[in-house]
């Protein structure tokens, strides 16, 4: 009997994580943030949200200003890619997010404008005490964000 179960359990571990990691890949940026503009002084103070992103797991994002989704949105698809590096610390790990809107109202008006916007993302690592939060920079106007997860 003994036997046969660690024969089980060599078996099944690596199916598990095989399929977890196949059908359910971990991406850390995927979830919906609450962003304010980052004050290199204190980065914890930005409460005063401004804009609200939401990555899904299907690749969908929708991009708005904070407590109006119904009035100025961008929704379309994003592509992510990790950056392999982290800072200093190691509290955060960096990914590259582009967002390509299909869909982009500004005060109620719909736009025929494209959108594309491209960000780098820092992500606080799990077992660090910036867990749930993300340093955003927008690659073209270098604006900076702190963004915090919402659960």
């Known amino acids: 009997g003994i036997l046969l179960n660690l ?11 095989l399929y977890s990691w196949l059908f359910n ?6 979830g919906t943030w609450n962003c304010g503009p ?10 005063d949200y401004i804009v609200t992103m939401k990555l899904n797991g299907d690749k969908s994002f929708v991009w708005n200003k904070y407590g109006d989704e119904k009035n100025n ?7 992510f890619k990790d950056l392999k590096k982290t800072d200093q610390g190691g509290n955060y790990s960096y990914y590259s ?5 299909s869909e982009f109202v500004d005060n109620g008006v719909p736009q025929s404008d494209p959108y594309r916007s491209e960000y780098e993302m820092g992500v606080g690592t ?5 867990r ?13 964000y702190y963004c915090k997860y919402q659960r």
């Open 7 to 17: 024969i089980t359990i060599i078996i099944a571990v690596p199916i598990l994580l």
């Open 25 to 30: 890949p971990v991406n850390p940026v995927i």
């Open 38 to 47: 980052l004050d290199s002084a204190n980065p914890e103070s930005a409460d």
């Open 73 to 79: 949105y961008v929704k379309g698809k994003f592509d």
């Open 97 to 101: 997010i582009t967002l390509n809107g």
């Open 126 to 130: 799990t077992l660090s005490k910036v």
């Open 132 to 144: 749930d939060t993300a340093v955003l920079m927008n690659v073209r106007t270098m604006n900076l």
